[in-house]
C-alpha cells in the first residue's frame, strides 16, 4: 500500500487565476522559442557512419562483388529476409552469388548480416528511405543492392574501429 | 407587421435600402466565415508553436489554404448515420449549432458610419435592435440546442453524455454571463450594443474592464464555458467520451459543428469587445473614419480570439465535479454580488470608479475567512506573508496600492461621492 501525501496548497495556489496566469506565461514563451521541426522531404535526416540504414552489397574497384555467398548472412538473419544462391566464378574466390535477395518489408535493420559476414560483403549503408507501391517492389534483388566500395568507406572504417575496440577491451576474459 | 422607424437601420441618402443591406451583409458574413476559416488555421500553427511545432505549411504560403483544403475534405468524405439514429434530429442539429451563432453577429455593431466612395450605408451592423442585448444572449444560449440534440440522437451513450454534460455546463455557466452584462447594461443604461460600447468614451481608462474588473473576468471566464472551449469542453472530452456529441458525426456535418463552434467564439470576443473594451472605439480618436473603427474593433476581439487558443493549449480540463463548483460556489455568488455592487453605485449616483476600492476591501477579507477556516488560519497566514514578500506579491500589491487611491481620486473629481 502507498500512502500519497498530497502537497498542501498555499493560499495563493488555491486562489487559481495567478497559477493559470504563470501557465500563459509558460506557453507564450513556448510560442517564441526555436522550432524542433525538421522539414523533411527538404531537410532529409542528418546521417554518419554510426547510421544503421539498409543494407547493401559492398562492390569493388574492379566492379567485382565481394559477396563470397558463404550464406552466413542468410543464417544471421532473425527475420529471414535474406535468400542467396550461390554459383561458381572463374575468379580467385572460386563462388559468388547468382541470387541475392532481401525482403526490405521484412528486415529489421538490424546489423546481424554486418557482423556475421567474413569478407566485409555486406554493410549497413546510411539510406533510410523506403517507400514503393507494391511488396513485390520492395524484395531487392542483387542489382538494387549493389554500392561501390567507395560509397561505403565510412561504414567501413567504423565497423573496424568497432572490432578493434572489442579486441583491445577482451584482456578480462 | 411593420418594424417601428427605429429599428430599421439608417438608410442610405442615394442607394437603395435593400442594396446597403446586401452589402453590409456580405461584408460581415464574409468577414465571419473567413475568421472562422482562419481560427481553424490559427488553432493548428498555434498549438503547433506552443508546441515547438512549426505547424501546417505545405498549402498555400503559411499554410494559408489549409482550411480550404480541410473544407474540400470534408466534402468527399462519407456521411454516415448511425443505426437507431433519430434521422430528422441527427440531420438538423449541426444546422441548429451553427446557425444560431451566425444570427447572431447581426446585430453586433463594428464600425460607426460607413462611407464608400460617397455613399452613406449607415452603422456597419447588420440590424440594429433597441434590445440588442437580449437577441445575442438568447441566440448564444440557443446554440447549445444543436449540441444537446446532437448528442441525444446519435443514438450513442458518448454522445449522450456529452450532451447531458454540455446542457448541465451551460445551465450553471449562462447566469454568471448574464449577471456579468447585467453589470455593463446597469452602467450605460441601455439594452442596445453600440449604446454599451459608445458610452464607454474614448479613453481607454474609462472602458468598462477598468471599471468593472470583476465583471470583466467572470464574463471572459463564461464565455470559454459558453462556447465549450478548454478548459471547460465538457461536451467533447476526448479522453472519455471519444468525441463526445459530435462522436458520430463526419462529413460536412462534423464540420458544420465545427463551424458553429468557431462563430460562437468570434461572436463571444465580439461581445466581450463590445461590453468591456468600449466596443469599436479608437483610442482617443472620436471621429474616426469607419475602417479604423473596424481595425481597432478587430483588433480588441483578436486579443479575446487569440486568448480562447492560448487557453486552450495551457490548462487542462477540469474535473466535473471542479467545474460544477467553480460555476455556482465561486463565479455565481460572485457575479451576484457585483451586480448588486454595481446597482447600488447607479442607484446612488455615484461614480462607477468605486467599483475597484469596493472590490478589494470587501472580496479580500471575504476570501481571507473563507480560504482560512479553522485550523488552516496559521498556515494561511505564513502563506500571506511569503506572497508578500515574494516579487509577484510586491507587484500586486503595489499597483493595486497605486490603483486604489487613484481610482478613489478620479472619483472624487467626477464629483458625485458617498460623502
Known amino acids: 500500500m502507498v500512502i500519497v501525501k498530497r502537497k498542501q496548497l498555499s493560499l495563493f495556489e488555491r486562489l487559481y487565476l495567478p497559477e493559470i496566469f504563470r501557465g500563459l506565461g509558460v506557453t507564450m514563451r513556448a510560442i517564441f522559442r526555436r522550432k524542433i ?137 | 407587421m411593420s418594424l417601428p422607424p427605429e429599428t430599421i437601420p439608417a438608410q442610405a441618402e442615394n442607394l437603395p435600402t435593400i442594396l446597403v443591406w446586401l452589402i453590409k451583409a456580405g461584408l460581415i458574413y464574409g468577414g465571419l466565415l473567413g475568421t472562422a476559416a482562419l481560427m481553424t488555421l490559427a488553432e493548428r500553427k498555434i498549438s503547433a508553436w506552443i508546441q515547438y511545432r512549426i505547424g501546417p505549411n505545405r498549402v498555400g504560403p ?49 464600425a460607426g458610419k460607413v462611407e464608400i466612395a460617397g455613399y452613406d450605408l449607415g452603422q456597419l451592423s447588420i440590424a440594429k435592435l433597441e434590445i440588442s442585448v437580449l437577441y445575442v444572449l438568447a441566440l448564444t444560449g440557443l446554440g447549445i440546442y444543436g449540441v ?77 464555458a459558453e462556447t465549450n472551449r478548454h478548459p471547460f469542453d465538457f461536451a467533447e472530452c476526448e479522453p472519455e467520451l471519444v468525441g463526445g456529441f459530435h462522436t458520430e458525426y463526419s462529413s460536412m456535418k462534423f464540420a458544420l459543428f465545427f463551424l458553429g463552434e468557431y462563430c460562437a467564439m468570434i461572436v463571444m470576443a465580439c461581445l466581450t469587445t463590445t461590453f468591456f473594451l468600449g466596443g469599436y472605439q479608437v483610442p482617443f480618436w472620436a471621429g474616426a473614419p469607419w475602417f479604423i473603427q473596424l481595425g481597432a474593433f478587430a483588433a480588441k476581439a483578436g486579443i479575446f480570439l487569440f486568448l480562447f487558443l492560448w487557453v486552450r493549449w495551457t490548462l487542462p480540463r477540469f474535473r466535473y465535479d471542479q467545474l460544477m463548483s467553480l460555476g455556482w460556489n465561486t463565479m455565481l455568488p460572485l457575479a451576484l454580488f457585483n451586480l448588486f455592487a454595481t446597482g447600488a453605485l447607479v442607484a446612488m449616483g455615484w461614480s462607477s470608479w468605486w467599483m475597484l476600492p469596493i472590490l478589494v476591501l470587501c472580496l479580500v477579507p471575504t476570501a481571507w475567512i473563507l480560504t482560512t477556516r479553522g485550523s488552516k488560519r496559521d498556515a494561511a497566514a505564513s502563506d500571506a506573508a511569503s506572497f508578500a514578500n515574494s516579487p509577484l506579491g510586491r507587484s500586486v500589491t503595489g499597483l493595486l496600492s497605486l490603483a486604489i487611491p487613484a481610482a478613489i481620486w478620479i472619483a472624487a473629481q467626477e464629483g458625485t461621492t458617498p460623502w
Open chain 2, 148 to 224: 444537446i440534440l446532437g448528442g441525444w440522437s446519435s443514438n450513442s451513450k458518448y454522445s449522450l453524455l456529452g450532451g447531458l454534460r454540455a446542457t448541465a455546463q451551460m445551465v450553471s455557466y449562462e447566469l454568471t454571463l448574464l449577471l456579468a452584462v447585467l453589470a455593463a447594461v446597469l452602467l450605460s443604461g441601455s439594452l442596445d450594443l453600440e449604446t454599451i460600447g459608445l458610452s464607454q468614451g474614448t479613453n481607454p481608462l474609462g472602458w468598462n474592464f477598468v471599471r468593472q474588473p470583476l465583471a470583466f473576468l467572470l464574463f471572459v471566464i463564461a464565455t470559454f
Open chain 2, 62 to 110: 503559411w499554410g494559408l489554404l489549409q482550411p480550404l483544403a480541410d473544407g474540400v475534405k470534408f466534402i468527399f468524405k462519407e456521411e454516415l448515420v448511425p443505426d437507431g439514429a433519430n434521422r430528422l434530429m441527427f440531420r438538423l442539429s449541426p444546422m441548429l449549432s451553427a446557425i444560431p451563432a451566425m444570427m447572431a453577429v447581426a446585430v453586433i455593431p463594428f
Open chain 1, 37 to 173: 521541426t525538421r522539414q523533411y522531404p527538404e531537410e532529409p535526416l542528418v546521417t554518419n557512419a554510426v547510421t544503421r540504414g539498409q543494407p547493401r552489397l559492398v562492390v569493388n574497384e574492379d566492379d567485382t562483388i565481394r559477396c563470397v555467398s558463404c550464406g552466413l548472412c542468410e543464417i544471421a538473419c532473425p527475420a529471414y529476409a535474406i535468400t542467396i544462391d550461390g554459383q561458381e566464378t572463374e575468379r580467385f574466390i572460386e563462388r559468388e552469388p547468382e541470387r541475392f535477395d532481401i525482403d526490405m518489408l521484412r528486415c529489421i535493420l538490424c546489423g546481424f548480416c554486418e557482423e556475421a559476414c567474413p569478407k566485409d560483403a555486406i554493410l549497413m549503408s546510411n539510406e533510410l528511405e523506403l517507400a514503393d507501391t507494391s511488396r513485390q517492389a520492395l524484395i531487392y534483388d542483387i542489382e538494387k543492392l549493389k554500392r561501390p566500395v567507395s560509397s561505403l568507406q565510412d561504414r567501413l572504417d567504423y565497423v573496424y574501429k568497432l572490432n578493434n575496440r572489442w579486441q583491445n577491451s577482451s584482456s578480462t576474459s
